[in-house]
Nanobody, 118 residues
Framework: QVQLVESGGGLVQPGGSLRLSCAASASTFSIGAMGWYRQAPGKERELVAG???????NYADSVKGRFTISMNNAKNTVILQMNSLKPEDTAVYYC????????????WGQGTQVTVSS
């Protein structure tokens, strides 16, 4: 059973930056990729960014050029650096672990709130 523990998030003004971190523990041998999803009130959960253990990345068009995802394979940790944040980035962000990139895995973190507001 994979457990995902998230940290980061919070309140930031438009144009600001935040950093989200997610650490996977226990039975990580099955993880081929990790990623971040977000869900705003009244909307479906959507992919923000994903990364494979080999370093291949995948971003939603809405965050390209502003967000960067990275992975530390040794520590089974994935980082989402979010710059130039906009009010429309406000959502609960969830870490996800999957067997491969472009798949939505069965393992989720508890979610962390990101609020972009002046």
């Amino acid at each position: 059973q994979v457990q995902l523990v998230e940290s980061g998030g919070g309140l930031v003004q438009p144009g600001g930056s935040l950093r989200l971190s997610c650490a996977a523990s226990a039975s990580t041998f099955s993880i081929g990729a990790m990623g971040w999803y977000r869900q705003a009130p009244g909307k479906e959960r959507e992919l923000v960014a994903g990364i494979s253990r080999g370093g291949t990345t995948n971003y939603a068009d809405s965050v390209k050029g502003r967000f960067t995802i990275s992975m530390n394979n040794a520590k089974n940790t994935v980082i989402l650096q979010m710059n130039s944040l906009k009010p429309e980035d406000t959502a609960v962000y969830y870490c996800n672990a999957a067997s491969s990139l472009y798949k939505r895995g069965d393992y989720w973190g508890q979610g962390t709130q990101v609020t972009v507001s002046s």
